[in-house]
């Protein structure tokens, strides 16, 4: 398994250049709109990755709303979905519940590959297997506005402070 993360199309519509900086020390140039897709009522986007975050399963929903090809999501790190919007504490509270073996919840701004995002209320599980974490599940649902704002002022104030 390969964990380059695959070179993002530059947008046609007006769009921002980010360097993101990940974990593992790399870089990848991302690219912006301010076109938001709505998360549809009633579905499920559902992932599963290995120890690392590399993605081992995306179910149809997830394919349609990142905008990426299956075979482009399978063996990629679960950050190509990164949002530079997104402070890094944001995800280390994620790393460190379910390497712990613990739920996690939280509100996530996805980016697609077109450049446009989602948000996400997002739940992640540690899978167990003979009392050991093999890999991880997380299943996405529709977050109610009021959250949204609330979570992308708190998110900006973050970001700010890095
Ligand atoms: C099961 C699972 C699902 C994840 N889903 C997302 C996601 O939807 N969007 C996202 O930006 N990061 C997600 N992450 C976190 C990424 O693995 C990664 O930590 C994050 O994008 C920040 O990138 P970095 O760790 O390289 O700094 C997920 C992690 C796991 C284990």
Redesign the pocket.
Known sequence: MSNALPVMPVPEKPHEVHT?????DFERTVYTTDEETLFPEGYL?V???DL??V?THANDAFVHMSGWERDELIGT???????PD?P?VA?KG??DD?QAGKKWHGY????RKDGGFYW?Y?T?IPNVRGGKIV????V?RQPSREKIAEMQALYQELKAQE
Do not use: C, E, M
């Open positions: 993101l900086q990940y974990y593992g986007i992932s599963r990755t690392d975050g993605i790190p679960h950050s190509i979905l990164r949002h997104l890094k995800f994620l790393w379910v996530v701004k996805n980016l996400v997002a992640i890999g991880y599940t997380s996405r």
